[in-house]
Structure formats: C-alpha cells, structure tokens
T-cell receptor, first 113, second 115 residues
Framework: GAGVSQTPSNKVTEKGKYVELRCDPI?????LYWYRQSLGQGPEFLIY????????DSGLPNDRFFAVRPEGSVSTLKIQRTERGDSAVYLC???????????FGPGTRLLVL | AQTVTQSQPEMSVQEAETVTLSCTYD???????LFWYKQPPSRQMILVIR??????QNATENRFSVNFQKAAKSFSLKISDSQLGDAAMYFC????????????FGKGTHLIIQP
C-alpha cells in the first residue's frame, strides 16, 4: 500500500481482556516501530523490529505487552489482561532501514473500560 | 538517556505571519538526527522536516525551515506564511544516537492559526 495502515482504528475493551492491534507497514520497509501516545503527551517508543526479530523491546512497559512480526511485514501488538491505564493511541511506524525516516500510520485508539 | 523538551504548550499566530516553535534536547552523542512531525486531529503523524546532526546547513522544506544549533542542543522550527492548514500539534523528535532504537519525542506544541 501507499502508506502504513493500522487496524482497528478504534478498539473498546473491558479491563482484563486480551487485545490485538495490527500494523501493515509500507512495502519494502524492513524496520517497524510501535509507539504509545497517551493523552496530551508525545509518542513513547515501545518496540523496534528489524525484519522478523524484535531488535529492541526496551520500551515495553511490562510482560503483558508482546509484539510479533513473523514474516517481516505485518506486525501485531498484543496486550494481555488489559488495564485502564493501557488506554492510549498506539502508533506504528516503518522505515526502509533503522536510521531512515519513519513514516507513521493513523494509529489505533484503545479504550479500556 | 536522551530527552527532548518543548517549552511552549501552545502557540498562536495570525494567518500569513511567521511563527517559531522551540525545541531543546539532551544527548551525549555526536551523531544523531532530529525531526519535526505534525499531528492534526486525524492522529496521523506527518513528517515536516529532518536534520542530520553532522550537517551544518539548516534543513528547509518550502515554508518550513529549522534553526539547528548543535552546541546549544537547540532545534527550532520556523513556519513562514502560516496557513490555516498548518494548525496542528507539532512534535520535535530525536533519533539515532545512543539509547533505544526508537525516536524520543517532546510533549508537543499546539499551533493555532488565527484567520
């Protein structure tokens, strides 16, 4: 596709439930990033993939958060036992290589009730 | 760890005027890159401009230009001939040198364009 796409656009869930957020990067981009943006804040880095492997997951807040990119393209961010504090916009970005400019998707707004 | 500070939560400018958004950062690295991204209410982060730290020349993109002062660790964005479509949140971001592989963002500046 022409840009980074993310689904769903919005997700409402209940505390304790499991959610999956999907990111489809720009074709040919080897680097993929997930960020979390809380209300009134700038995005915060969560995890970086180079190809299929998670090269840097230092931003994941705890072990309830996990992400995969099995074929080096689409990535899924998985959140277990969601908490109200997980409510935020989750942004995905991709770039050709690690230090190239990152292009962002429209984000998924997650609301945990 | 790298930090990025945007000291102006909100700025307002008249249409067709010029406005400057401030950004400072802290790093011990010498090789890095800096960005300004624009985020309208649609949530999509849109690249405005990129600056490589090794380049002395300030980056420009049409009406957008930066004033990059490496020694002072300052990276301001100047928007000339402001247009209504420029209204958005603007985020300064640091990447490349040291720390995590992702970008480090400031808290953003809300830019209002007065017609």
């Amino acid at each position: 596709g022409a840009g980074v796409s993310q689904t769903p656009s919005n997700k409402v869930t209940e505390k304790g439930k499991y959610v999956e957020l999907r990111c489809d990067p720009i074709s040919g981009h080897t680097a993929l990033y997930w960020y979390r943006q809380s209300l009134g804040q700038g995005p915060e880095f969560l995890i970086y993939f180079q190809g299929t492997g998670a090269a840097d997951d230092s931003g994941l807040p705890n072990d309830r958060f996990f992400a995969v990119r099995p074929e080096g393209s689409v990535s899924t961010l998985k959140i277990q036992r969601t908490e109200r504090g997980d409510s935020a916009v989750y942004l995905c970005a991709s770039s050709r290589y690690r230090e190239e400019t990152q292009y962002f998707g429209p984000g998924t707004r997650l609301l945990v009730l | 760890a790298q930090t990025v500070t945007q000291s102006q939560p909100e700025m307002s400018v008249q249409e067709a005027e010029t406005v400057t958004l401030s950004c400072t950062y802290d790093t011990s690295e010498s090789d890095y890159y800096l960005f300004w991204y624009k985020q309208p209410p649609s949530r999509q982060m849109i690249l405005v401009i990129r600056q490589e730290a090794y380049k002395q020349q300030n980056a420009t993109e049409n009406r957008f230009s930066v004033n990059f002062q490496k020694a002072a660790k300052s990276f301001s964005l100047k928007i000339s001939d402001s247009q209504l479509g420029d209204a958005a949140m603007y985020f300064c971001a640091y990447g490349g040198g040291g720390g995590a592989d992702g970008l480090t963002f400031g808290k953003g500046t809300h830019l209002i364009i007065q017609p």
